[in-house]
């Protein structure tokens, strides 16, 4: 009786404790040792029931439980918090990631010519001293923000070509990368630029032509007439290019002949971009910013256009 009267009273004391810890709550009130003393009581528990003492036995299984179900409570809030703020933290950067369209899609005004500009990569001629000059690049690789090394663009038209003259600035021109010499092969560890035309404006990767070159004034097609032989595309439209002090220049002859345009008698718009890769920086920056999909993207416009009859 007197070892019973022992375990009891110990028993009360450790009820009592944990009581005080649970009711205070303190933020370290629940301890493994504790519930693993807990656990030490449960074959007393069994002595206290063969001896027919339901109040003891409901008391202590009362406080056992409620410690167990707090515990468990408190690593299930930890864990929510812990899965919480990795998913916040995904979504932040999940929508870092993202390249939202342009609100309006930047637009070029069609400027038809009579006279065409000699194609010798120098800009001196008259109608580049008069044709609008668009800038404003942004770099899709960095959040599309604006570009350090910015590009000028210049877009005009007759009834035979389409005439294009860039200048891409550049802070360290003796480090301007030009690896590709040869024609019809795509340049990419390197400088380049790429006038992209949607002639039909579908929006679909398939509908567009990519004219490509670099520093050496390659010439690169991307979807090109299935008519025209691949080994005879470079005869078919002129490139020339020119390193300078603060950059390079970079002047295109595209004839209409190579595009699939529509059969109109009135004006149109046509989907174009503009974009250049810069080696050095690792810049990937374009005119009119775009998502990173092919087919539905939103490009800039060429507005007012009326391309040659056919």
């Known amino acids: 009786m007197l070892f019973f009267r022992m375990f009891r009273n110990e028993n009360k004391i450790r009820k009592n404790q ?6 205070q709550h303190r933020e370290n009130s629940v301890h493994f040792s504790e519930i693993k003393k807990l656990n030490q009581l449960e074959k007393p528990l069994q002595s206290l029931a063969a001896t027919n003492r339901t109040s003891d036995v409901q008391e202590c299984t009362r406080v056992h439980y409620f410690v167990r179900i707090r515990t ?17 933290l995904i979504i932040i950067v999940f ?13 070029i005004k069609g400027q038809k010519i009579t006279t065409a500009p000699i194609i010798d990569g120098k800009l001196d001629d008259a109608i580049w001293k008069k044709a609008p000059r668009y800038t404003g690049f942004v770099d899709r690789n ?7 090394d910015q590009s000028v663009i210049q877009l005009v038209y007759s009834d035979k070509a389409i005439y294009l003259a860039w200048y891409c600035y550049d802070a360290q021109p003796d480090q301007i ?3 590709v010499t040869e024609h019809q092969m795509r340049p990419f560890a390197e400088d380049w630029i790429s006038f992209t035309i949607d002639p039909s404006h579908t929006h679909q990767f398939m509908d567009r032509v990519f004219f490509q070159s670099n520093p050496n004034g390659i010439k690169f097609i991307s979807h090109p007439p299935l008519h025209i032989p691949l080994n005879e595309l470079p005869n078919q439209w002129n490139v020339e290019a020119t390193i300078v002090e603060d950059g390079w220049i970079v002047e295109m002859e595209i004839p209409w002949e190579l595009l699939n345009y529509p059969q109109t008698d009135e004006p149109i718009d046509i989907g174009i971009n503009f974009d250049r890769g810069h080696l050095r920086t690792g810049a990937n920056t374009w005119w009119s910013k775009v998502r990173f999909i092919e087919d539905g993207r939103d490009d800039g416009h060429w507005v007012n256009v009326l391309p040659p009859q056919k």
């Open 177 to 179: 990368v030009a690896n």
């Open 18 to 23: 944990l009581f005080s810890c649970i009711f």
């Open 95 to 107: 929508i870092g990631c993202i390249v939202l369209p342009e609100k309006h899609p930047k637009e």
């Open 142 to 148: 960095m959040n599309n923000e604006p570009a350090d």
């Open 72 to 88: 468990l409570f408190k690593r299930s809030m930890k864990m929510r918090k812990a899965i919480f703020l990795c998913f916040n």
